[in-house]
Nanobody, 127 residues
Framework: QVQLVESGGGLVQPGGSLRLSCATS????????IGWFRQAPGKEREGVSC????????YYADSVKGRFTISRDNAKNTVYLQMNSLKPEDTAVYYC????????????????????WGQGTQVTVSS
């Protein structure tokens, strides 16, 4: 099977930080754009951030812009999501997803475009 694997989730207090990682041993990520999505109970899955295959282009949801940073290390076949100044509303299961080819501002957040997904990692922000 082809699957991404997320790690780094956990419980953190408001204002704290977490760094999520996305990796796979099934294929090389350097030709794929990688998106981070999240889903809270009772809510729709939403796009959080996305990074182009080269790392030269990034996108962020308005709700996380300025607090989250997406990056990648293709040599390690890993994509990261650094989350700072976390808020309770950031609580969700976070997923990474891969799509072959380019991304754009008009569709990076559309989950149906992504080919491969991870099983998610829980992020809980609570005091």
């Amino acid at each position: 099977q082809v699957q991404l694997v997320e790690s780094g989730g956990g419980l953190v207090q408001p204002g704290g930080s977490l760094r999520l990682s996305c990796a796979t041993s099934d294929f090389t990520l350097d030709k794929y754009a990688i998106g981070w999505f999240r889903q809270a109970p009772g809510k729709e899955r939403e796009g959080v951030s996305c990074i182009s295959s080269s790392g030269g282009t990034t996108y962020y949801a308005d709700s996380v812009k300025g607090r989250f940073t997406i990056s990648r290390d293709n040599a390690k076949n890993t994509v990261y999501l650094q989350m700072n100044s976390l808020k309770p509303e950031d609580t969700a299961v976070y997923y990474c997803a891969a799509v072959w080819g380019f991304i754009s501002s008009s569709y990076w957040y559309r989950s149906f475009r992504y080919n491969y997904w991870g099983q998610g990692t829980q992020v809980t922000v609570s005091s």
